[in-house]
């Protein structure tokens, strides 16, 4: 029964590999699944009803222990924030800096480790006053998914 205020949201479901998944799921699906390493916990949504999700219901790329120098640009801003990946998805990072910027901002990440350079677009999803935080990947140029893709390889195959 629809209540005064109550909202309704259709989701559409596609067939994947056996799996039946929202379709807004597919494209990072697809980058979890070429790896092998997806893991379907809650639904993801963009309203208030998320906040009752744990940000581990919400995640569904393996996250992998990873350091690399991180610049974050706020692109509205064009406020910059330095600090050191702690961990590396094929869905995103998280950046542990004193400085975190706010949740929802739309920035420019920069990565750097050795002598490989890492740049996407993305969201800070989550913030830990002090500590970090976590961002996800929302667009990478093919150069940088590849670079993307051959780190979450090495880790996945040294775990």
Request: with cysteine; glycine share 8%.
């Amino acid at each position: 029964m629809r209540t005064p205020g109550s909202r309704h949201k259709r989701t559409v479901f596609v067939q994947t590999k056996g799996l039946e998944v929202p379709r807004r799921w597919l494209v990072s699906l697809y980058r979890c699944e070429s790896l092998g390493d997806v893991i379907l916990m809650g639904e993801r949504t963009s309203n208030d009803e998320s906040r009752g999700l744990s940000l581990r219901d919400r995640r569904f790329c393996i996250r992998y222990p990873f350091a690399a120098d991180a610049v974050i640009l706020d692109l509205e801003t064009g406020t910059k924030s330095d600090g050191v990946t702690s961990d590396l998805s094929m869905g995103g990072i998280f950046v542990c800096t004193s400085k975190p910027l706010p949740s929802n901002t739309r920035v420019r990440v920069t990565l750097t480790r050795k002598d490989q350079k890492l740049e996407a677009l993305g969201t800070v999803r989550i913030v830990k006053p002090r500590i970090g935080m976590g961002i996800e990947f929302l667009d990478l140029e093919q150069p940088h998914y590849g670079v993307l893709r051959r780190w979450v390889e090495q880790l996945s195959k040294a775990r």
